[in-house]
């Protein structure tokens, strides 16, 4: 069994991008400038945005933190996306999600501008990536092709199975793994809550990403010998021996599971460092494309 290191993986991302920043700076280029606006204070998304922006810090990125209240209305918060993508010196910008129930996400994500929108949530980059077009990949799938990429996974002619078809994570990732290319060139069964037996269809996957939220979801009699397995959830799960009183806990029954597995990510440590290692790769894709 080989674990997938997204920690690891992550930090060499960071480095090849801090290299970059060195160059443009030895060049006397402008550095790339990430924002991030997040509205209230679930302790969740603030622990997010805190980490992207320290991670901006590290590979010398700017970085902006919008913070924004609770009560935030629908039109001043499209005013501050006018305004960021009106302002020249960001390169790119996210809008941390879940929103509050107020505001229209739909709405929101639509007045991003496509060229500043390196988390790829609005249709027309959503659309590009499944046409084969260039184009900004949501970062945790991005995250997702990249360690497959560079542990050398196999997924040409194989059946992955997506479990969870959120817009963020399982959708977009049913789709990448179809493509034509590397990774790619998969056979996919996306599975989601109406799906009847959805363990006749994982005991016959080759490749597993599963994107539930649910904790210990997939269990080892789910699986066959030699699957690959991805685990993106990551649930707090109240743990009083913590410091913290939780602890994060993925999709996918890891103690059992990893003695079937070929390849298989731990949570913590897989596909979550990657999300944020690939949010500053788009971001200096999105510098690279405002200089062209
Ligand atoms: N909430 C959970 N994941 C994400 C993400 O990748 N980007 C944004 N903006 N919000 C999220």
């Not at 390849?263 to 949010?279: D, E, H, S, W």
């Amino acid at each position: 069994m080989v674990l997938l290191d997204g920690k690891k993986i992550s930090n060499d991302i960071k480095n090849e991008i801090a290299e970059e920043v060195k160059k443009m700076k030895a060049n006397g280029e402008k550095v790339p400038h990430l924002a991030a606006v997040i509205v209230g204070n679930d302790g969740a998304s603030l622990t997010y945005v805190a980490s992207k922006v320290r991670a901006c810090e590290r590979v010398g990125f700017d970085s902006t933190m919008v913070r924004l209240s609770n009560t935030t209305s629908q039109v001043e918060l499209l005013d501050k996306i006018y305004e960021l993508n009106d302002n020249p010196d960001i390169d790119g910008f996210i809008i941390q999600l879940p929103l509050p129930k107020q505001i229209d996400t739909q709405k929101v994500l639509l007045a991003v501008n496509p060229d500043k929108d390196v988390d790829g949530f609005h249709p027309m980059n959503f659309g590009r990536m499944a046409l084969d077009m260039s184009t900004f990949i949501p970062a945790t799938p991005f995250g997702i092709l990249e360690l497959l990429d560079r542990y050398g996974v196999d997924t040409q002619g194989k059946h992955t199975v997506v479990i969870g078809r959120s817009h963020i994570v399982g959708r977009p990732m049913s789709i990448l793994m179809g493509r034509k290319g590397f990774p790619g060139n998969s056979t996919v069964t996306l599975t989601h809550s109406h799906t009847k037996n959805i363990t006749q269809i994982t005991s016959q996957a080759d490749i597993i990403i599963s994107a539930l939220g649910v904790p210990n979801f997939l269990k080892a009699e789910m699986v066959k010998d030699d699957v690959v397995i991805i685990d993106v959830g990551i649930t707090r799960v109240p743990d009083d021996s913590t410091e913290k009183g939780y602890r994060i806990t993925g999709d996918v029954d890891f103690e059992n599971v990893s003695k079937k597995a070929s390849f298989i990510t731990p949570v913590p440590g897989g596909v979550g460092p990657m999300t944020i290692a690939m949010l500053l790769k788009n971001t200096l894709l999105a510098r690279e494309r405002q200089m062209k």
